[in-house]
């Protein structure tokens, strides 16, 4: 590219941000964390800072110390030495009122293809804080077509252990 920068595996940049594009596996999982102003804060900092990657066990390392657009992340996915390196950017930073967080994009190297966003919102209706995450993707090699419906279900089960790895109130 032009700018130096790796292409990302897929031209729906953004996508998160919407509905799943056509061809890809959706995903999104909202739970509610607890309430609270401070817990909102505290949750999206926490985000920013790869909270969620690390407390899964799967981050690497990343160009910043928090999330920022054209940030290279690198996170292994897989088990023990059956792990690979899953090299991704991140696409663009939520830092709204009752909205934080950052999605990042699969670069070549990733096995899937797509982006997925890691964010927490705060409700002031009624004072509740919610994680998100929200994912679209589609095999990027022939292990993980083959691996089909067991990728998928991988992916909800993480995108679980991704929220529970976030502060909680209540």
């Known amino acids: 590219m032009a700018d130096g920068l790796e292409p990302f595996t897929y031209s729906e940049l953004g996508a998160t941000r919407g509905v799943a594009p056509e061809g890809y596996h959706g995903l999104r999982l909202r739970r509610r964390i607890g309430r609270g102003r401070?817990?909102?804060e505290q949750a999206g900092a926490q985000i920013l800072a790869y909270r969620v990657q690390k407390g899964t066990g799967i981050f690497r390392?990343?160009?910043t110390p928090t999330a920022e657009p054209g940030t290279a992340v690198t996170v292994r996915l897989g088990v023990g030495p059956f792990g690979i390196t899953a090299p991704c950017r991140v696409v663009y930073v939520l830092?709204?009122?009752d909205r934080r967080g950052f999605a990042y994009g699969t670069l070549p190297g990733h096995p899937a293809s797509g982006e997925e966003l890691?964010?927490?919102e705060y409700d002031s209706a009624d004072d509740m804080v919610y994680g998100l995450i929200v994912a679209f993707s589609r095999p990027a090699t022939w292990y993980t077509r083959l691996g089909?419906?067991?990728m998928r279900l991988t992916q909800r089960f993480v995108a679980g252990r991704y929220l529970a790895t976030l502060p909680t109130s209540d």
């Open 61 to 63: 390392s990343a160009d």
């Open 118 to 120: 890691f964010a927490v």
């Open 95 to 97: 830092d709204e009122p």
């Open 38 to 40: 401070a817990l909102f």
């Open 148 to 150: 089909g419906p067991v």
